[in-house]
T-cell receptor, first 114, second 117 residues
Framework: AQSVTQLDSQVPVFEEAPVELRCNYS??????LFWYVQYPNQGLQLLLK??????LVKGINGFEAEFNKSQTSFHLRKPSVHISDTAEYFC????????????FGAGTRLFVKA | GAGVSQSPRYKVAKRGQDVALRCDPI?????LFWYQQALGQGPEFLTY????????KSGLPSDRFFAERPEGSVSTLKIQRTQQEDSAVYLC???????????????FGPGTRLTVT
């Protein structure tokens, strides 16, 4: 079975500070990894994805994430956050089983303070 | 082209009423997914279509929930005899065909917020 754990439910941080949002997963099959962002009253928007190859992936809005197979982690990072980064962030695991199946973590609320 | 659209954006239903939520996927997207997102939680899988075929409905919480996609494009999620625990945001997503990881990315609509009173 597959599972996703986001280790922090809320992360407060000051503007221009670095941030790391943690995600761990477990899986018995090969998976693809995603980070999505959700702004209030909106759907989910893809930030970045790991499919294969380089373990460091870069996404939109200056975010990046590193896939660590041995630690089964896919932590999201940004070196300097902005007020506009305040949102809910979801880590997701997808695998193919006759069609793609996805499970999401519970989410991390990033709150950027001035 | 246009993204995934959902209607209505907000729905208030009295307990016991039936509701129908609509999803228009991105044109040409073969796969369509429905998720339920409770307040403060991540999306939970409900059901999945490939064209008009419903390949997985394991996430539907009860037989009051029913989804269809008769022509392989627009999909409707119907909830019969709504209960207060059905209050949530219902998200629809679509993706392109194929089995490679590049087709695993899902494009989400804005969601329908259902409130059952």
């Amino acid at each position: 079975a597959q599972s996703v754990t986001q280790l922090d439910s809320q992360v407060p941080v000051f503007e221009e500070a670095p941030v790391e949002l943690r995600c761990n997963y477990s899986s018995s099959v090969s998976v693809y990894l995603f980070w999505y962002v959700q702004y209030p009253n909106q759907g989910l928007q893809l930030l970045l994805k790991y499919l294969s190859g380089s373990t460091l992936v870069k996404g939109i809005n200056g975010f990046e994430a590193e896939f660590n197979k041995s630690q089964t982690s896919f932590h999201l990072r940004k070196p300097s956050v902005h007020i506009s980064d305040t949102a809910e962030y979801f880590c997701a695991v997808t695998w193919y089983t006759g069609g793609f199946k996805t499970i999401f973590g519970a989410g991390t609320r990033l709150f950027v303070k001035a | 082209g246009a993204g995934v659209s959902q209607s209505p954006r907000y729905k208030v239903a009295k307990r016991g009423q039936d509701v129908a939520l609509r999803c228009d996927p991105i044109s040409g997207h073969v796969s369509l997914f429905w998720y339920q997102q409770a307040l403060g939680q991540g999306p939970e899988f409900l059901t999945y279509f490939q064209n008009e075929a419903q390949l997985d409905k394991s996430g539907l919480p009860s037989d009051r929930f029913f989804a269809e996609r008769p022509e392989g494009s627009v999909s409707t999620l119907k909830i019969q005899r709504t209960q207060q625990e059905d209050s949530a945001v219902y998200l629809c997503a679509s993706s392109a065909a194929g089995t490679s990881g590049s087709n695993a990315e899902q494009y989400f609509g804005p969601g329908t917020r259902l409130t059952v009173t």
